[in-house]
Nanobody, 126 residues
Framework: VQLVESGGGLVQAGGSLRLSCAAS????????MGWFRQAPGKEREFVAA????????YYSDSVKGRITISRDNAKNTVYLQMISLKSEDTAVYYC????????????????????WGQGTQVTVSS
């Protein structure tokens, strides 16, 4: 499956953005989807994940309450709605897909995702 992110940009602190990730090349509903981010000088970290049906979602503690992951299986797209953005949210955001059945603990693991997009830059100015 190929993944292409969009929607990143420069936003002021307190603002909002919606990232999109369009999937192609395979059956979208075969995949659980995740969003990760990597800030300069830091390791890539888990942000959010959603199961293939959309029935379950998972969030890192640092974004819970401010970020919502969703998917539209008819459009082969997963979204990341971000509100109340902070400077520490500045990072490159990556969409990822996993064809495996993931446990609650595994959804946060980078190694469980075999397919990645190229990333989209989000910059939050204070």
């Amino acid at each position: 499956v190929q993944l292409v992110e969009s929607g990143g940009g420069l936003v002021q602190a307190g603002g909002s953005l919606r990232l999109s990730c369009a999937a192609s090349g395979d059956t979208f509903t075969d995949y659980n989807m995740g969003w990760f981010r990597q800030a300069p000088g830091k390791e890539r970290e888990f942000v959010a994940a959603i199961t293939w049906s959309g029935s379950s979602t998972y969030y890192s503690d640092s974004v819970k309450g401010r970020i919502t992951i969703s998917r539209d299986n008819a459009k082969n797209t997963v979204y990341l709605q971000m509100i109340s953005l902070k400077s520490e949210d500045t990072a490159v955001y990556y969409c990822a897909a996993s064809g495996r059945i993931l446990s609650t603990g595994q959804v946060m693991s980078i190694s469980r995702y075999g397919y990645w997009g190229q990333g989209t830059q989000v910059t939050v100015s204070s």
